[in-house]
């Protein structure tokens, strides 16, 4: 298993072939720290926990969580990343580019953009009612219930309610480029999330 947190820059383009335009999204892994290396015998399963980024402030259990990794700051984002590592991964060890290659699948797993309470329409694609012919019915939610039987609204029925904000996984997205010199990565399409929003990266195993 391989993996790597991210940051995400936003999306471009890259001429591969010397003609073919392919849509890419730039991610910055720089600043990705182990802070844990867990296992079976210790912990009942194999992962390995990452940090990326900084924070300003740390809480007192964070703090000594972050001691044995000996990093000079704290974390912005911490995740774990299960499976058995290649090797040994000790805490406080730095992840970079080189742990994947051009031609590499990943999978990318990410939170997408929150939007708030939304409506129907938004939030699930509603046709939406009649715009005209004096109807006042344009974007409600019409008929929940319907008649004497079952004369309630079952469960799980689409409603108005939070849209976003949600944890999504792209799978089989394919290393472009890597950029060793400036600690990034273009991958082939577009990933979840806002710009500078935090993901993780897996690599997909043949």
């Not at 964070?62 to 044995?68: A, E, S």
């Not at 974390?75 to 040994?88: N, Q, T």
Request: proline letters at 5%; one cysteine or more; hydrophobic letters at 30%.
């Amino acid at each position: 298993m391989k993996g790597m947190l991210g940051r995400k820059l936003g999306m471009s383009r890259v001429y591969e072939d010397g003609r073919k335009i392919t849509p890419v999204t730039l991610i910055d892994v720089d600043d990705c720290y182990v802070i844990q290396s867990k296992t079976v015998a210790s912990d009942g399963y194999a992962a390995v926990q990452l940090g990326i980024s900084r924070r300003k402030r740390a809480t007192k259990p964070l703090r000594g969580h972050l001691k044995k990794a000996k990093l000079s700051h704290s974390p912005l984002r911490i995740m774990e990343l299960r499976g058995e590592f290649e090797g040994e991964v000790k805490a406080g060890t730095k992840f970079d580019t080189t742990l994947f290659a051009p031609g590499d699948k990943v999978d990318v797993i990410g939170w997408t953009k929150g939007r708030g309470f939304a409506g129907g329409m938004k939030r699930h694609g509603w046709h939406g009612g009649p715009e005209t012919h004096g109807s006042n019915h344009h974007r409600r939610i019409g008929s929940a219930g319907q008649t004497t039987y079952p004369g309630r609204v079952l469960k799980g029925h689409s409603m108005p309610g939070h849209y976003g904000n949600e944890r999504q996984t792209i799978h089989n997205l394919r290393v472009v480029k890597v950029d060793p010199e400036r600690n990034l990565l273009y991958l082939k399409g577009s990933v979840p999330g806002p710009t500078g929003g935090v993901l993780l990266i897996r690599k997909v195993e043949a």
